[in-house]
């Protein structure tokens, strides 16, 4: 490993790259921040970016690009058919996961929706080890069902378990013998989006793939949080630890029959694909790509982002590039647990999570605890996280709420856009508001869309708790913003 450690025995994150563009931030005050979230109607989705100081809402298409990202991209070769920057990228990704075919589409749920077109018929069950909401949305409009085959450490916010995202191998064996001729595909995710960031580890990954080749049923991954799982397989699998970050790629993508992912998170970049081996699949799968995304060699992406994506996935390739997001996480997950803030540990990829369950107990699943605290993040400082709980889940077909596994609070870190100082900020102001967090209510509906609703709901306060922890913020802080 290419350590590089402080004399004076700090352990902190040293950032692996020199900033040389950047974006002006504006902190709007205290007042302010009141007033904009009562328009967006506590749904921080509907915030304007110039209202945002921190925006930690997602890793999606908001990573810092690299020097020769950029450059890449002034040499992209537009052309509806045959382009020279999509055969660079193709035998990139063939380079890296050892696979034969490349199928390009817009972004990773494109993916998923090709996938399920071709693979997902009427009373069908997908294992997963957890859904996504897009993968899970995907399958369900294709009459499918998922089912959600965890480590039970996986679902428990505090635990040592380094491997949270691991298949339940046992419970899988058995739902496979008795299910197999309604499973179409097994699905995998690295770095376990909805649970934290959290990783398989490659045992785990082989002992999945073998019960799916003793039943002949794919496995296919969902790689769009790779990078965070390859920099766990490195720094805590014994089975990787002194393997190549490509060779430990190499190694997963063997045990995989298909592998897609968001090039909005793993690749720096904007776009998706689909790898896969030789096999029936792949024509019809291109015919897919063809009807819905565009031609097969751009599929709904522009030329220059799949130059970038290119250079992105070599990037990802090397370990101090990949280290960067979760040794930051790791960071402020540390200082919030040091200070008694719940926090998911270990600290995962993708994010720091705060767990809304015990952060504000007071406030019931019911009154969307997760998206309450991401409103009073945003008084608090200007910061926006996003809500992982029962407001992201959709009623069912009663019209009950779906009471969320965990109540989250998600403050992604989009990889090689944040400094130490501003971590450090988004800390003291999640310390604060822990210290006031009896002054945080809940929060209703006031305009329910059917499909997605925390996207694009409206929501309002069941008191004034938000006035009054706005007053609590200036009494605090009087001379700051
Ligand atoms: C983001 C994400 C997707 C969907 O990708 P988009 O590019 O946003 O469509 C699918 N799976 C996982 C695990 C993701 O994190």
């Known amino acids: 490993m290419e350590n590089i450690s402080f004399f004076d025995g700090r352990k902190i994150p040293l950032e692996r790259h020199k900033v040389r563009i950047v974006q002006k931030l504006k902190l709007i005050p205290v007042e302010e921040r009141l007033v904009r979230i009562k328009e967006a109607s506590s749904n921080l989705y509907l915030l304007h970016n110039k209202d945002i100081f921190l ?75 957890y859904p996504f909401t897009t993968s899970k949305a995907h399958i369900k409009r294709c009459g499918g069902e998922v089912v959600q085959l965890l ?61 799916c080749r003793k039943h002949d049923i794919l496995l296919i991954m969902d790689a769009s949080l790779f990078q965070d799982n390859l920099y766990f397989l490195k720094t805590r699998d014994d089975e ?24 909005r998170k793993l690749g720096f970049a904007r776009g998706g694909g689909i790898c896969m081996r030789e096999s029936e699949l792949v024509n019809p799968l291109k015919e897919l790509i063809v009807l819905n995304e565009g031609f097969l060699t751009y599929g709904g992406m522009s030329v220059r982002e799949i130059e970038a994506i290119a250079v992105g996935l070599e990037e990802t390739m090397d370990l101090s590039v990949t280290s960067q997001g979760p040794e930051f996480i790791a960071y402020m997950v540390d200082e919030l647990e040091k200070r008694s803030i719940p926090v998911v540990t270990p600290a995962g990829g993708l994010g720091c999570h705060l767990d809304a369950l015990r952060f504000v107990p007071h406030i019931p699943q019911e009154q969307y605890p997760a998206a309450a605290l991401a409103a009073a993040l945003y008084i608090a400082g200007g910061i926006r996280g996003m809500e992982r709980g029962t407001l992201g889940e959709s009623r069912d077909a009663y019209g009950n709420e779906t009471i969320a596994d965990m109540e989250l609070l998600r403050l992604a870190m989009p990889r090689r856009v944040f400094t130490l100082s501003q971590i450090d900020y988004a800390i003291d102001r999640v310390t604060w508001l822990y210290e006031n967090r009896d002054l945080i209510g809940g929060l209703r509906f006031k305009r329910e869309p059917k499909i997605l609703r925390s996207f694009i709901g409206e929501l309002t306060t069941l008191s004034d708790w938000q006035e009054k922890l706005a007053e609590k913020f200036s009494r605090d802080l009087p001379n700051s913003l």
């Open 151 to 211: 480590i039970p450490e996986g679902l428990q916010c505090q635990s040592d378990h380094p491997f949270k995202g691991n298949f339940d191998t046992k419970a899988l064996a058995k739902f496979l013998e008795e299910n197999k001729d309604r499973v179409p595909f097994v699905r995998v995710e690295a770095g376990t989006n909805l649970i934290g960031g959290q990783p398989f580890s490659f045992a785990n990954l082989k002992e999945t793939a073998a019960l």
């Open 240 to 263: 990787c630890k002194d393997l190549s970050l490509r060779e430990i790629t190499r190694a997963v993508a063997d045990q995989c029959d298909i592998i897609y992912f968001s090039a």
């Open 55 to 129: 925006d930690m809402l997602t890793d999606s298409g908001v990573n810092a690009m690299s020097d020769r990202q950029q450059a890449s991209m002034m040499r992209a070769d537009d052309s509806y058919a045959g382009s020279e920057s999509f055969y660079r990228l193709e035998k990139t990704v063939q380079d890296i996961f050892g696979m034969e075919h490349f199928l390009p589409a817009h972004q990773g749920r494109a993916c998923e929706k090709v996938i399920a077109d071709l693979l997902v018929k009427p009373g069908d069950i997908v294992p997963m080890n």
